[in-house]
């Protein structure tokens, strides 16, 4: 992602982007893999036109459908959270593909992402805009992301939810691959971010609650 007509000018340049990154940091994010690649990543071109102005504001932001693009500092903390919490992150299923934005950054620092989104056009746009930027290792399907990957007999050593279930749901636990690490907002009106890791034998998994977030609940079925 580094050809030139990506990187934006005034309000989408270099030295905007940087400022975010210096925000990010302030915030608690410290992976520098994690800060240089959302630095890496053209934000403003998985909002609309009329939004690019605001894509490095650290904000969520409208993408049709009742749904945002993530906060970066969201993307880059739960991004974190997943790489800190295990040792192998060969392939990570996303639930909820949105915009693309969370799937384009997480595709920088794993070798395999697969990404469940229940809207269609915005998968559409998402794929669009991915293939744009040349990035070829992501696998998408059309389902119910409460569901998981619709193959259920395939694992994954992690799982990076964008869409906050009232509970865990057991599908999700149950792709997640001995060792691996699920990061999800959990909740209702009030949620939390949280981890949820499986141990080596697959037996048994451990909690961990982090901060409060607010996402879109998540909805099962396909629209």
């Known amino acids: 992602m580094d050809n030139l007509q990506f990187q934006g000018v005034g309000m989408t340049s270099k030295r905007t982007r940087d400022r975010l990154i210096e925000r990010l940091h302030e915030s608690g994010v410290t992976n520098q893999s994690v800060l240089d690649v959302v630095a890496n990543t053209p934000r403003h071109l998985f909002v609309d036109e009329a939004l690019a102005h605001r894509a490095y504001e650290d904000t969520a932001l409208p993408i049709g459908h009742g749904q945002t693009i993530s906060q970066p500092y969201i993307v880059a903390r739960m991004t974190e959270l997943l790489i800190a919490a295990t040792s192998r992150l060969t392939r990570v299923l996303e639930i909820g593909t949105g915009c693309g934005y969370q799937t384009a950054v997480l595709a920088q620092l794993v070798p395999e992402v697969f990404s469940v989104e229940r809207i269609k056009p915005l998968q559409d746009k998402a794929k669009t805009r991915l293939k744009k930027l040349g990035v070829k290792n992501v696998r998408f399907t059309y389902a119910d992301g409460s569901l998981g990957w619709p193959d259920d007999v395939t694992q994954f050593d992690g799982i990076l939810s964008a869409a906050a279930p009232r509970s865990v749901p057991e599908s999700l636990l ?13 909740g209702g009106d009030t949620q939390v971010l949280t981890v949820v890791i499986r141990d080596e034998e697959g037996d048994a998994f451990t909690r961990h609650e982090y901060e409060s977030v607010k996402f879109v609940p998540m909805l099962s079925g396909r629209q």
Not at 174 to 186: D, E, K, Y
């Open 174 to 186: 149950a792709q997640l691959a001995p060792g691996g690490v699920l990061v999800i907002p959990v």
